[in-house]
Each structure stands twice: as structure tokens, then as C-alpha cells.
């Protein structure tokens, strides 16, 4: 047995952050051929519309939950292209971390320790703003800056298993409704194009409850208080999308 005192995310565990983001590159490592795109994949029929399917990573921070938390997860959508907008529906999987001091036989160390598990079940648009580089088509070009924006319901879910018989106070589950919005860059827009972006969400600030539990006996507890008005998160996306 071990025992574990969560702390803060703290300045340093950027270090994280950063690390997972220099990872989310392979995703679109496919993407990234040197050769004229025409020649890596061929092009979609009337490339500027169809069905869509996308996959890929997120990572980042969810804050007011009540502690901020690095979130690292896993996207999917499917949606419709109609030239400059595309509209998604999109599922995202997160597993939330906290970083806390872990005592074993061997000492102390710092180890980021899964807290619980994020789901995230949004209704999407996309809207190509600036084509940059060479048309690849008689439609897209090489690069394309885009903005995005919807509404999700996001569901968290609090596990105390790493935590048992420290005394920790773990928040109730909660079901939220979000505003998202975002922005990045499209490569390759073809029949696989390659998507880097941030995504924003917000929602109103809500009391959170939450309990106490040593061994098999727990309490219901309020969780400190709060001054904000608003709980928002902040996750760095990677994906390839298929245009068909």
C-alpha cells in the first residue's frame, strides 16, 4: 500500500503538456510527404464537398473541475462538406490526470495519476477563412487557415481508486452543456487532410459537491468555494480527416 497526496498542476507540469503535444505530430505524420499532393493521395471528387470522417488526439487542461486537471484523449466525427463549411458531429474521450507525490517501499516520487475520465459529445462547424499556398484543386489550396464553434455536453467522472483511505474529496460526476469554439490549419485538404488546432469550451460555473471516503465509509461534502463565473477548458487538437 501507498499513499498519495494530490497536488495542484503547477507551472512545471507544462513539461506535459508540452511533451504530448511534440507526440500528437505523428498523427499527421502521413500527411506530411514532401511530394506534390496529388501524387500522395488522389483527389476527391468534387474535392470542396462530401461525407467526412475524422480521427485523432487531444490534450490540454480542463480547469473548475474543481482543480485543474491535464486532460489526454481521443477524437472521432463524421459530418458533411458543403465547399467552405464542413459540419461535424464529434465524440472525444479524455482521460483526466492530476500530478501528486506517490510514497512507496523505495521513497517519494512525482508520478501523474488518472483521476477520472472525460466524455465529450459535440455538434460542430468548421469554415475555411484564408487558403494560403498553391490551389492543390480548382477549389482548396495548399494550406488553410479555419475557425470553428458549437455546443457539446460534456459528462466528467471522478474515480477515487488510486486515492483509497487517504481521506481525498472527489467531486460528484457532473453533466455540463459547453460553447466551443476553435481555430487552426488544414493541410493537404484532399481525400486525407491533416488538422492542427486549438478548441476552447466553456459553461457556467457550478457549486460542486463531493465526497469523502476512507476505506468503505464515505461523507458528502461541499467542495471550496469558487469565485468564477465560468468553468473553461483548453485542449490542442490533431486529427486526419477523409473526405469520401
Known sequence: MHGVWPLEVPMSN????????????????????????????????????????????????????P??????????????????????????????????????LLGTTEESLSVGEGHRLAAMARFDVIQLGPKVDRNRALVTLYVEGGAAVAWNHWSN?????????????????????????????????????????VSPHQDATGSVCRGVSCRAVMMPADNSMIDHSMLFQSSLEFTF
Open 161 to 201: 481508486g488510486a486515492l483509497t483511505g487517504m481521506g481525498r474529496t472527489v467531486p460528484d460526476d457532473t453533466k455540463r452543456t459547453e460553447g466551443q469554439t476553435g481555430f487552426g490549419i488544414m493541410i493537404f485538404p484532399h481525400r486525407v487532410a491533416w488538422l492542427l488546432g486549438w478548441r476552447f469550451a
Open 14 to 65: 507544462f513539461r506535459w503538456f508540452a511533451l504530448a503535444s511534440l507526440c500528437l505530430g505523428f498523427t499527421g505524420v502521413v500527411s506530411a510527404d514532401p511530394l506534390p499532393a496529388d501524387d500522395v493521395v488522389p483527389t476527391a471528387p468534387k474535392a470542396s464537398n462530401g461525407s467526412t470522417a475524422r480521427v485523432g488526439t487531444a490534450v490540454g487542461f480542463i480547469y473548475g473541475a
Open 67 to 104: 482543480d485543474p486537471v491535464l486532460a489526454l484523449g481521443l477524437q472521432a466525427a463524421i459530418g458533411q462538406r458543403f465547399g467552405r463549411l464542413g459540419l461535424e458531429a464529434e465524440y472525444t474521450y479524455l482521460d483526466l490526470r492530476e500530478h501528486g507525490v506517490v510514497n512507496t
